[in-house]
């Protein structure tokens, strides 16, 4: 419930907003709008379950029969209904440990990399050379043997 007044000189009427607080877009979200004036009572009933919790601001405007308009603003109002309210937490108490003497580590040293073998997975240039030979030769052993069926077919 939002509890207020907005019974200005020349009043003709009013509305209440929302924006998110340090929105620089200048984009408001109408509440509730009224054309009576009041006189600290109730303004409007804001369901706020309906929007996520975080920090709001809050804006009553009037606008008056010459025009213009009259704005009153919250800033920074916190709507909390699903997250807890923060409390303050008590600063710890200091509590001395009493200091031990420890043992002193020596670093270890690092195993030192021994060399890898070869890669046998590594293929030379004569090796693609011949493995391409033989896949063509094998292409056109393939294509003359289709041919030769072919042919024989035919007759």
């Known amino acids: 419930m939002i509890r207020g007044s907005s019974n200005e000189t020349g009043f003709l009427s009013s509305e209440i907003d929302f924006t998110y607080a340090g929105d620089t877009t200048g984009t408001w979200f109408l509440i509730a709008t009224g054309s009576q004036a009041v006189e600290s009572n109730t303004l409007a009933t804001w369901d706020t379950t309906n929007i996520t919790d975080g ?12 025009g213009t308009h009259l704005d009153a603003l919250i800033p920074n109002l916190r709507v909390r209904n699903y997250t807890p309210v923060e409390t303050p937490t008590p600063a710890p108490t200091a ?34 050379s011949t493995s391409l030979a033989y896949g063509g030769l094998g292409a056109v052993g393939l294509i003359f043997v289709m041919g030769i069926y072919l042919w024989l077919r035919r007759k």
């Open 95 to 128: 509590i001395l440990p009493t200091l031990t003497p420890t043992e002193t580590l020596t670093p270890t040293p690092y195993p030192t990399p021994t060399v890898l073998p070869p890669n046998p997975a590594v293929l030379t240039q004569v090796e693609i």
């Open 55 to 66: 920090n709001y601001d809050l804006r009553l405007r009037v606008y008056l029969n010459d």
